[in-house]
């Protein structure tokens, strides 16, 4: 399964030449299951989908701004689910689940977008999307997307089992880590203050770091999957602009 989680920016600057090189990215990867966020509306969705033969696909737009979550698959889906079905606080973050059939295995995956401010609300609404993402009956459990922070944060501690958090505790693995140890790699940042050109003339003084991350709940005693293939997307700068202010993250995994 070739998974690939991407924050697409949806902001007005050169948005119909960014969507437009975002396309013809996705087409070249033969992405098993394609996890967005900021996605700007249904119509881009569709494009997406057409352009790269998804056959099947979640979208919803969020229930309080024009931009939402989208999931598309080649495989079948199923149980889709959202935190903000019931148009509950959701704590400026966006979580949305749905079961793939991948041959004869069911994977549930969770699509996030963190809140960009409060670590406190980033903490709220992970626990909810884990706590949901557990009760899914699924061979494997997969959840990615934008964390919006760093792996030297107590959110990351959590989720890999290094701390706890309200005194629960879990146990994920870090797949592009995994791979990055294993053939001796180097793991790149996903958004990067200094040289994608989004923040050429909007500087900033934030650090570059990895905030888009790719997470299997710890199958054992179930057997490990082999992590084939780690990439990022999006870097090369075409006629001034990259896709996104972030980079798309594709984890290959076999079973």
Known sequence: MRLCTYNIWNHDSHYDQRMDQLTELLKTEAIDVLLLQEVR????????????????????????????????S??????????????????????????VLYKDLSVSIMNVHLDYKLAANREVELLKALTYLEKQDADYRVIA????????????????GLMSLNGESKRYIDLPEAYSIRNNTELDVTIDFINNPRWANDPCLEKPGRFDWVMLENPYPRQYPKVADYALLGKEVISGVTPSDHYGVVIELAF
Request: charged share 25%; net charge negative.
């Open 145 to 160: 997307g934008d964390f919006n922070t760093y792996p030297a944060s107590k959110l990351y501690g959590f989720v890999t």
């Open 74 to 99: 080649r495989h079948p889906i199923s149980a889709p689910w959202t935190n903000w079905d019931d148009n509950e606080d959701v704590h400026n973050s966006g979580s949305m689940c749905v079961n």
């Open 41 to 72: 509306d249904e119509a881009l969705v569709m494009r997406v989908r057409e352009a790269c033969d998804f056959d099947h696909y979640y979208w919803k737009e969020y229930f309080d701004c024009k931009e939402g979550l989208a999931i598309l």
